[in-house]
């Protein structure tokens, strides 16, 4: 029985997402009984608890460091205090840094590892190479563009990307230049460039089975609207969230139909605002045919949520790379990005540039934003046409054809 190790970085949801495609797929490429152990912590462990509870024993909690939450996304000033001193119930970084290495070091020492692969992780990078396990490292940054506000980051960058840099192999999940969407987050140094595979974006390969049309579904056919998604960990949800209730609340909205994806599967989130200004239940807005200018939803299921990327006119996104392959390459349809921090900058920015969608700085571009893809809906639709034939959306399976070939050389 082969033993792979699976690292899942906890910030956001993009690195969990990936590796559980990755999952659903690995067993189609290496034909040998494998067991695979999970790594992680907070609501990626809390996630994987809940999606494989027969398997509680392979799941380890290990707190590995991560940024301290900001009102919009991480805090840069708390977590540069963190380096040093215990902040908001977290030990100082240092602490925090040779706990979680020992921790796994641990779990590496009494597993014996045939390969690992890690989503973010880089310190398990560290681990194999020391024990000369080959290691697969996914990512779609590599080291980013900073801007000026985010200048003195930049040694941290340095030293990040040269732990990456000890996999045996990094997969970019996205697709190959000049199609790369998350260019401008990669420049990779020449140690690094030997190693880089661009696997493509780790897109749902299942085929979604549809069921009776939804309440939400019916709310929505023969509606122009805009797609408005809320995603990240908590506080880049909330930030975003804020950053469209500031857009709402403009003029220029008031006629400007919405529905708003919450991520949270939280049912007190969902609610309908008719355009007379009251609020409806779901099922009371379907019932009585609302002309409605705004749908709040907590949670969509995989069939709602392919039916309003099919039928939306344009995704309001927060630069997330994951939602912007799914909506640019899976569906074709144009983004308006307002951007929580540089990452999401970068990849907003790339697809700006190639006419795919609208950078948006400040909440108050957003409504030139939507008038101007509406305005040359036509050249955008184009554009995009050609971006998704260009689009390499089996990412998983790539990378597992990958990690087989690794195990195989091992025999």
């Known amino acids: 029985m082969l033993k792979i190790g699976e690292f899942i970085y906890p910030w956001g949801s993009g690195h969990y997402s990936r590796m559980m495609r ?28 809940k999606k494989i509870p027969d398997k509680k024993e392979k799941i380890h909690e290990i707190l590995m460091p991560t940024p301290i939450d900001g009102k919009f996304g991480p805090s840069v ?13 977290n030990p100082s970084l240092i602490r925090q840094i040779i706990n979680y290495l020992r921790e796994e070091r641990k779990l590496y020492n009494k597993e014996k590892f045939d390969l690992v692969i890690n989503d973010g992780d880089m310190g398990s990078n560290i681990l194999a190479k020391n024990r000369n396990i080959p290691s697969l490292f996914i990512t779609n940054q590599f080291r980013p563009k900073l801007y000026n506000s985010r200048s003195y980051l930049y040694p941290s960058l340095i030293f990040v990307a040269k732990q990456i840099s000890k996999a045996s192999k990094i997969l970019v999940a996205d697709s190959p230049p000049p199609y790369t969407m998350c260019e401008y987050n990669l ?23 549809k069921i009776e049309t939804t309440n939400i579904e019916k709310l929505i056919e023969n509606n122009d609207f805009g797609y408005w998604m809320r995603t990240g960990n908590k506080s880049t949800n909330d930030g975003t969230g804020q950053r469209y209730e500031q857009v709402f609340h403009q003029s220029e909205m008031k006629n400007e139909k919405r529905i708003i994806s919450h991520a949270r599967n939280e049912s007190t989130i969902d609610r309908v605002i008719g355009k007379d200004g009251k609020k409806y239940s779901i099922s009371e807005a379907v019932e009585k045919k609302i002309d409605w200018i705004q749908i709040d939803i907590g949670f969509l299921s995989e069939q709602e949520k392919d039916t309003v990327l099919n039928l939306c006119k344009y995704a309001v996104v927060n630069g997330s790379h994951t939602v912007m392959g799914e909506i640019m390459g899976g569906k074709s349809k144009p983004i308006i990005g307002i951007p929580i921090y540089d990452e999401h900058t970068n990849n907003i920015k790339w697809a700006h540039e190639k006419n795919l969608g609208v950078l948006a700085i400040k909440t108050s571009q957003v409504t030139h934003a939507i008038s101007k893809i509406k305005e040359n809906y036509e050249e955008f639709e184009g554009n995009l046409n050609e971006f998704s034939k260009n689009f390499v959306p089996n990412g998983a399976e790539n990378s597992a054809k990958i990690a087989a070939e690794i195990l195989e050389e091992k025999r």
């Open 22 to 49: 990755l999952d659903e797929v690995l067993g189609d490429y290496i034909k040998d009984e494998i067991d695979v152990h999970y790594s992680s912590k907070d609501h990626v462990y809390e996630k994987l608890i």
């Open 77 to 89: 000033s708390k977590s540069l205090l963190n380096i040093l001193l215990p902040i908001e119930n």
């Open 187 to 209: 420049n990779f140094i020449e140690e690094a460039k030997e190693k880089v595979t661009y696997v493509g974006h780790f897109t749902n390969s299942k085929q979604i089975k």
